[in-house]
């Protein structure tokens, strides 16, 4: 069942009440952490722009580089914005990528949901990923990198995410709608 949408008004107004959602201020940064299955991990310096410990977090990470997108002909360029929706209630979180206001595509990371914090948002990463492009079409990557020896939890989990995420439609308005508030008006919540 999907969360009814608040305006930042009832937003703000629930923070004041019982600190339960929580709105980013410019000068504050968040870690985003990848662990991979090996037990690596990488982090990245985000802005918060949405926290809801322990439910969902909003992320804002501008692209340092151009990434090219691994069996894809995308490639995301230098300066691009990545507005990141995680949840803990889902097996997958969602990078929206955007440059110069328009949809460039969005990756979901099939990933297990480790913490969301004030200060941190962390998810093991299965591997597998989603590309879905502003047209609607899908692309799955990576299933060929599964390990062997995977643990077979880890591909229920898969297996599900790949279920959820097999009508893309549905969470492409449903991100693109989140993020616009972002993308639109800067990091600021629009009042």
Known sequence: MREPQLTHVHERHLEERCDYRRISHMSRRITER?????GTHVEFDCE????????????????????????????????AVTIAHYWMDRDYNVYHWASEGRTLGYYCNV??????SDDLVS???LVVGVLIRPTGA????DEDELP??????????????LEQLADP???????????????????????
């Open 34 to 38: 990848k662990v991979r299955l090996d």
């Open 48 to 79: 918060p722009l949405l926290i809801e410990p322990g439910r969902r977090a909003i992320l804002r990470y501008e692209i340092d580089r151009d990434r090219p997108i691994a069996n894809t002909d995308l490639v995301v360029p230098k300066g």
């Open 111 to 116: 990933a297990e949901p480790l913490e969301l």
């Open 123 to 125: 998810y093991l990463d």
């Open 138 to 141: 899908s692309q799955v990557l």
């Open 148 to 161: 062997a020896d995977l643990d077979p939890r880890f591909r229920q989990l898969i297996a599900r995410a």
């Open 169 to 191: 439609r549905p969470l492409s308005r449903e991100i693109e709608e989140e993020s616009r508030r972002y993308l639109t008006r800067g990091s600021v919540p629009p009042s």
